[in-house]
């Protein structure tokens, strides 16, 4: 299979091109229409409307999978993401890159999420991103990992 935008030679099961990011898939198609969390189990956020734990700092929620409901708190000026064994936060599977993305707290307290050139890209609500500022209940994808943004309350 090869990409549509692009022409590079994929995978037949690629849902974006690894070269140039475009996605692979008919976008009317409902199976494969990004849905944005909306709301999520009461075991994510309990007793509370301000976000995952009630008051908390800056953090990032696994919304899927395994881990789903675990909390990455995001208390460092600059939080490393990736397969790097020492990552601040270690994404251990091969859709990862191994220095994937930085999350930094710029001077005015907002957080900012950069992509480091990854292999399958950082998306930001469905849209791929070199670079941005993340709010609260934005959905990060990195590699097969899903997670919800909060902002400290």
Not at 56 to 81: F, M, N, P, Q, Y
Not at 120 to 137: D, F, I, K, P, Q
Request: hydrophobic share 35%; with cysteine.
């Amino acid at each position: 299979m090869n990409c549509r935008r692009c022409g590079e030679i994929l995978n037949a099961n690629a849902n974006f091109c690894w070269s140039c990011g475009a996605p692979q898939h008919d976008a009317s198609s409902p199976e494969t229409i990004a849905v944005p969390i909306v709301s999520a189990p009461e075991a994510m956020y309990p007793g509370s409307n301000k976000g995952p734990h009630g008051e908390h700092s800056d953090e990032l929620v696994i919304a899927s999978g395994l881990e789903a409901g675990t909390r990455i708190e995001l208390t460092k000026e600059i939080t490393t993401a990736g397969r790097h064994e020492e990552s601040d936060m270690l994404l251990d599977d091969v859709s990862v890159s191994r220095h994937h993305a930085i999350i930094t707290r710029t001077a005015s307290g907002r957080i900012t999420l950069r992509d480091l050139n990854s292999l399958n890209g950082t998306y930001v609500n469905g849209t791929r991103v070199e670079e941005t500022t993340l709010h609260s209940a934005d959905e990060v994808q990195i590699g097969k990992f899903k997670l919800v943004f909060w902002e400290a309350t």
